[in-house]
Structure formats: structure tokens, C-alpha cells
């Protein structure tokens, strides 16, 4: 099996998701668009899509 890394930003993710609801009509508000993006990464992590890493600074 071949591994890949890859990185995701919950910020992107629901910058994503504003511009796809704005399309389909709908005026997504901040606050729900950083849990969807929550959602989203947990959807992912529980799939072992991805996971998770931590940061080191």
C-alpha cells in the first residue's frame, strides 16, 4: 500500500463549503461553517481517510 501525505485546513475546508452552499442558494453563517469543517475532518479521521498529526512548534 502506498502512503501519501497529505495535509487538510479545516479553514479551507469550509471556505470550500461556503462557496459551494452560496451556489446551492444558501447564506451559511461563520459559526456553522466551522462545524461543518469540524465535521468534515472528524468524518475523515473516523474513516482512516486521513490521520491525525499534531504540530510541533
Given at each position: 500500500?502506498?502512503?501519501i501525505e497529505v495535509f487538510i485546513d479545516t479553514?479551507?475546508?469550509?471556505?470550500?463549503?461556503?462557496?459551494?452552499?452560496?451556489?446551492?442558494?444558501?447564506?451559511p453563517g461563520e459559526e456553522e461553517l466551522d462545524?461543518?469543517?469540524?465535521?468534515?475532518?472528524?468524518?475523515?479521521?473516523?474513516?482512516?481517510?486521513?490521520?491525525?498529526?499534531?504540530?510541533?512548534?
Amino acid at each position: 500500500m502506498k502512503e501519501i501525505e497529505v495535509f487538510i485546513d479545516t479553514e479551507e475546508i469550509a471556505e470550500f463549503f461556503f462557496h459551494e452552499l452560496i451556489k446551492r442558494g444558501y447564506v451559511p453563517g461563520e459559526e456553522e461553517l466551522d462545524e461543518i469543517a469540524d465535521i468534515t475532518f472528524e468524518y475523515l479521521i473516523e474513516k482512516s481517510i486521513i490521520d491525525e498529526e499534531v504540530e510541533e512548534e
